[in-house]
């Protein structure tokens, strides 16, 4: 039975006990209020009987993984729970404090508040996409770079705005990235820094690529679109969008680097 409510959600202890506790209680009185059943932490035949066709209506919406593809939900375990934890962890989305290698209601809300952060659908499960962005293994992206660099270069001029996401208003320097990267189709998350911990890390940019920099010693806070011949282009709080360069000392002195979407 712990291991049913594990599989559903409801039992977040790490290890399955075979000792009908207080923790095994409460996840049979959630699973009982959720399913309009008599709170009473008993597991009675009624509620045995839910447990299990809560099961099989779950096991359709959780189809098993072809050989080579990324799927992991509730109920699943092993090294690839244990690293996408991990990851989770690194980001400050898993604040359970072990890395448990099961996949549990814990690892499911970690991984929605991910998804929601990269842009992406909030399903509580790691598909091939969310796996990809989460692991920094993502492949080579296809967007139209000539594309994206003219999109940005008709944007040149328009004035800085915190907050500012569009062109009628204005853009900050992440408003502008998340703006010109949605016309491509790839949707970013909207601050800087949440941007940064999605990307892939490039050693040396190539035009469509990210640049970061620390403008406020306190990590990635300043971001632009590389645009090649060692030039970017961003919205400057003190020039609106524009183009500088990588070799500028002001820009120099605070790269941080360059990540591929």
């Not at 406020?216 to 500088?244: D, L």
């Amino acid at each position: 039975m712990q291991q049913n409510l594990k599989q559903l959600g409801y039992f977040t202890y790490p290890k399955i006990t075979g000792y009908y506790g207080t923790v095994t209680a409460t996840a049979v009185r959630q699973f009982q209020k959720e399913y309009q059943l008599p709170v009473t932490g008993a597991a009675d035949g009624a509620t045995i009987a839910k447990i299990n066709e809560a099961l099989k209506k779950q096991a359709p919406s959780y189809p098993p993984a072809s050989q080579g593809t990324i799927y992991l939900t509730i109920g699943s375990a092993g090294d690839q729970v244990k690293q996408v934890q991990a990851k989770l962890k690194q980001l400050g989305y898993f604040t359970y404090p072990e890395i448990t290698g099961y996949y549990g209601a814990i690892t499911a809300d970690a991984v929605k508040r991910f998804q929601n952060s990269a842009g992406l659908k909030a399903t509580g499960v790691v598909d091939a996409e969310t796996y990809e962005r989460l692991t920094g293994q993502a492949p080579q992206r296809k967007l139209d770079v000539i594309e994206l660099v003219a999109d940005a270069s008709e944007l040149l001029g328009k004035p800085y705005v915190w907050g500012g996401q569009t062109p009628e208003v204005g853009f900050d320097c992440s408003g502008l990235i998340v703006y010109l990267f949605k016309k491509q189709g790839i949707s970013l998350p909207r601050t800087v820094a949440t941007i940064w911990n999605v990307g892939t890390p490039v050693s040396s940019p190539s035009v469509g690529d990210i640049v970061f920099f620390n403008t406020s010693q306190s990590g990635p806070s300043h971001a632009g679109i590389y645009i090649g011949n060692r030039q970017f282009i961003h919205s400057g709080s003190s020039t609106g969008v524009t183009i500088s360069s990588l070799d500028n000392s002001y820009w120099k002195a605070r790269y941080l680097g360059a990540k591929r979407y």
